[in-house]
């Protein structure tokens, strides 16, 4: 709520109104406020095609860059590294569960991880190991 009244107040072209209305009453006016389910009805104009809306877009596909960030767990770093500072070498299914995050959160995070130099994979398959490195010990002290 103290977002929505910051911004509305930031914005220039509400300035005026609110030099006569209350952040709160300009809410309830839009809550009381009947709205159309239709568009058309609305403006009295034909609702815009689908091509019509998506050459007004024009956006660059965001597809992979989208995913990772909804994959991407707030201090996954430090919650894997803890993991596997506390416990020693892990396998992969072992770390999901201790970290409780889900295997492709995971994956994200220990290739994250990997590039930093921050963890080593031992082994192959099924007998697989994830260790943290000296250079992950060194960051998750500076994180402490």
Do not use: W
């Amino acid at each position: 709520m103290g977002e929505l009244i910051g911004a509305t107040q930031a914005n220039a072209q509400l300035e005026p109104v609110l030099a006569r209305m209350t952040v709160q009453e300009l809410i309830d006016m839009a809550r009381a406020r009947k709205t159309s389910p239709d568009p058309t009805v609305a403006g009295n104009r034909e609702a815009p095609s689908d091509d019509e809306i998506d050459s007004d877009l024009e956006l660059p596909d965001l597809g992979p860059a989208v995913i990772r960030r909804r994959a991407d767990v707030p201090d996954g770093d430090v919650l894997v590294l803890t993991c596997l500072s506390e416990h020693g070498p892990l396998g992969e299914g072992t770390l999901t569960r201790k970290t409780r995050v889900t295997s492709e959160q995971l994956r994200l995070t220990l290739r994250q991880l990997r590039t930093k130099g921050y963890i080593h994979i031992e082994g192959s398959g099924a007998k697989r190991k994830i260790r943290i490195t000296r250079n992950g010990t060194g960051f998750l002290r500076k994180k402490r």
